[in-house]
């Protein structure tokens, strides 16, 4: 991706269906507009049915449970501040009763003015296919969060990752291929860590 307005990110304005097609129904387009606004200005099918909730056009902070939200916001005031990308996979509750493991990477975009404040998801996930519920609010939470990674775009991460649903100090490295896939190499089901390499490529 081209870097117009920023050293190290690209432009929201460049995210094209021929910059990123192949992906974009799997994609998820946020604008921070204040502190209490993360406003979802596109979600493609794909990124709603694994995600579990009607994304488009909603404030993402008004869905977010009170005790999980100051995380939120300070996972999105790092991706922002440095700037720096993240990976994370969560386990998401239906209200079916099924469980999955749903893996995202969140990737910072600029505006005209090279100001960092859109945020671009692409996710994945094992939903299975005839599960038509949606996202039980009691699995939008820090315990459901299995791993989480700063990914360093040049001007280094925060301290801090999950592993395996436990906090940890210091700093993940997630710059390898097999290093994004909670799977080891060589085992059943690789095609989502392929496709989150492409979305990593956006930002690198």
Same mark, same amino acid.
């Given at each position: %991706?081209?870097?117009?307005?920023?050293?190290?990110? #690209?432009?929201?304005?460049? =995210?094209?269906?021929?910059?990123?097609?192949? +992906? +974009? !129904?799997?994609t998820c387009?946020?604008?921070?507009?204040?502190?209490?606004? %993360?406003?979802?200005?596109?979600?493609?099918?794909? *990124?709603?049915?694994?995600?579990? *909730?009607?994304?488009?056009?909603?404030?993402?902070?008004?869905s977010v449970?009170?005790?999980? +939200?100051?995380?939120?916001?300070?996972?999105?005031?790092? =991706?922002?501040?440095?700037?720096?990308?993240?990976? =994370?996979?969560?386990?998401?509750?239906?209200?079916?009763?099924?469980?999955?493991?749903?893996?995202?990477?969140?990737? #910072?975009?600029?505006?005209?003015?090279?100001?960092?404040?859109?945020?671009?998801?692409?996710?994945?996930? /094992?939903?299975?296919?005839?599960?038509?519920?949606? /996202?039980?609010?009691r699995s939008?939470?820090?315990?459901?969060?299995? !791993? +989480?990674?700063?990914?360093?775009?040049?001007?280094?991460?925060?301290?801090?990752?999950? /592993?395996?649903?436990? /906090?940890?100090?210091?700093?993940?490295? %997630?710059?390898?291929? !097999?290093?994004?896939?909670?799977?080891?190499?060589?085992?059943? !089901?690789?095609? #989502?860590?392929?496709?989150? %390499?492409?979305?990593?490529?956006?930002?690198?």
């Open positions: %991706m081209p870097r117009h307005a920023h050293p190290l990110i #690209p432009r929201k304005k460049d =995210i094209t269906p021929a910059t990123f097609g192949e +992906l +974009l !129904h799997q387009i946020g604008e921070r507009r204040s502190v209490d606004e %993360m406003y979802l200005a596109y979600a493609g099918s794909g *990124f709603e049915r694994n995600a579990g *909730f009607d994304a488009m056009g909603q404030n993402y902070y008004a449970p009170q005790a999980f +939200l100051g995380a939120i916001k300070r996972f999105h005031d790092n =991706i922002f501040s440095l700037p720096c990308a993240a990976y =994370i996979c969560d386990l998401v509750t239906s209200t079916t009763g099924n469980q999955y493991m749903h893996y995202t990477m969140h990737l #910072p975009a600029t505006d005209d003015e090279g100001v960092p404040r859109y945020l671009v998801v692409f996710g994945l996930d /094992r939903k299975p296919a005839t599960d038509v519920g949606i /996202r039980a609010e939008v939470a820090a315990t459901s969060i299995k !791993h +989480l990674a700063y990914l360093d775009l040049g001007a280094g991460t925060p301290e801090g990752f999950v /592993r395996d649903f436990q /906090r940890m100090p210091g700093r993940a490295k %997630m710059t390898k291929a !097999h290093k994004l896939c909670p799977e080891p190499p060589g085992a059943k !089901h690789q095609e #989502p860590c392929e496709d989150r %390499m492409k979305a990593y490529q956006f930002a690198r």
